[in-house]
């Protein structure tokens, strides 16, 4: 059964009745996905309703912008999208910053790479072991090979490539055995993340990573060095996630952050997360949660009243904590950050590792 959505025409002016101007747009354009990961956020049940935002809608949407900072493209699986190709040829001619789209790279069949400008947009290809077992272990057979051989034709084609990469309490141990996968790859950009326990990953909750053994990656992570050749790197990007209250007030004093009662670490309320089920949310923190701002309901966009609401709990003073009770700490590192604030460690890349 296909749930086809419409991105409603008078969308942007219904949120700016509630003070939310956008800059940063993250579009799930369909529920549709050829894997059945067993860390996946979006879950089973939502991926087999095979959901989807009806292509001229999207487009009309998003012609209301003259300027994005950041436009991020997932699914389900973006790329079973019937019209990938043309989505993507028309938002890489707007006036946007960066376009991002995030995808398991496993199905080529509806993209024509000829259509992408490479410097235009970043592929987020997930990968999650260094090894075919690994890699597969959480995405199923005949997966790693096909996502590699891929990678490599984008790389190939010089199209911008970034690996999503997903800890787990398997894959935690053979990171820097990744990071040499990527350098024989080509690749020179990971985004780290760590499991969450949220969709099916609440059925497969062996692959958890504690708030401590998290920060002992973390610091591992920082102490990765290679002698550099060619003066090339290869970027980092990771989650703080969990902090000591000492380490909190350190990262406020230096106005590197803002707390979570502000409205998350999306403060300016200027992020829109339009998910496939028809809710709207600012923070990923409230995903599979009531605390969604809205729905799209027969092509309308609708407020929701419910104290839930994510930005009448923030503005009222409450806390993320309060929405997403699968994300916390413990006694050695209570806070819990946004997933969203990241920092990033340049690795100096050594050939032939």
């Avoid at 309060?322 to 950050?337: A, F, M, R, T």
Wanted: proline letters at 2%; aromatic letters at 12%; charged letters at 25%.
């Amino acid at each position: 059964m296909n749930n086809i959505f419409e991105i409603p025409k008078n969308l942007n002016s219904k949120l700016a009745e509630y003070d939310i101007y956008l800059d940063d747009i993250v579009l799930y354009i369909n529920s549709k996905c050829n894997l059945r990961c067993k860390h996946c956020y979006v879950g089973n049940d939502l991926l087999n309703k095979n959901n989807k935002y009806e292509y001229n809608s999207i487009i009309k949407f998003l012609s209301d912008f003259q300027y994005l900072s950041r436009l991020t493209i997932l699914g389900g699986e973006p790329l079973l999208y019937k019209e990938i190709t043309p989505l993507l040829n028309f938002v890489q001619d707007k006036d946007f910053k960066e376009i991002r789209i995030t995808t398991n790279l496993t199905d080529l069949s509806l993209l024509n790479i000829n259509k992408i400008y490479s410097n235009r947009i970043r592929f987020c290809v997930s990968l999650d072991g260094h090894n075919k077992e690994e890699h597969e272990y959480v995405r199923g057979k005949n997966t790693f090979h096909k996502t590699i051989s891929h990678l490599e034709r984008l790389i190939q084609n010089e199209i911008d490539v970034e690996i999503t990469h997903t800890i787990n309490s398997r894959n935690i141990n053979y990171f820097e055995d990744f990071i040499k996968l990527c350098i024989k790859i080509g690749v020179k950009n990971i985004n780290l993340h760590r499991v969450s326990l949220q969709g099916n990953a609440l059925l497969n909750r062996k692959l958890k990573v504690t708030p401590t053994e998290w920060v002992d990656f973390r610091n591992y992570i920082n102490t990765i060095s290679y002698k550099e050749v060619e003066n090339e790197c290869i970027s980092i990007r990771y989650p703080i996630l969990f902090v000591t209250e000492k380490e909190f007030q350190k990262i406020n004093k230096k106005n590197l952050y803002h707390d979570h009662y502000k409205g998350s670490f999306y403060g300016n309320k200027n992020r829109l997360v339009i998910y496939s089920d028809g809710n709207l949310f600012i923070s990923s923190e409230a995903f599979g949660t009531e605390s969604y701002i809205g729905s799209i309901q027969d092509g309308e966009f609708i407020f929701n009243d419910s104290a839930l609401n994510e930005i009448k709990i923030m503005e009222s003073g409450g806390d993320i904590s309060k929405i997403n009770q699968w994300q916390s700490g413990d006694e050695n590192y209570p806070i819990v950050l946004s997933v969203s604030y990241k920092e990033t460690k340049f690795i100096p890349i050594k050939k032939n590792t």
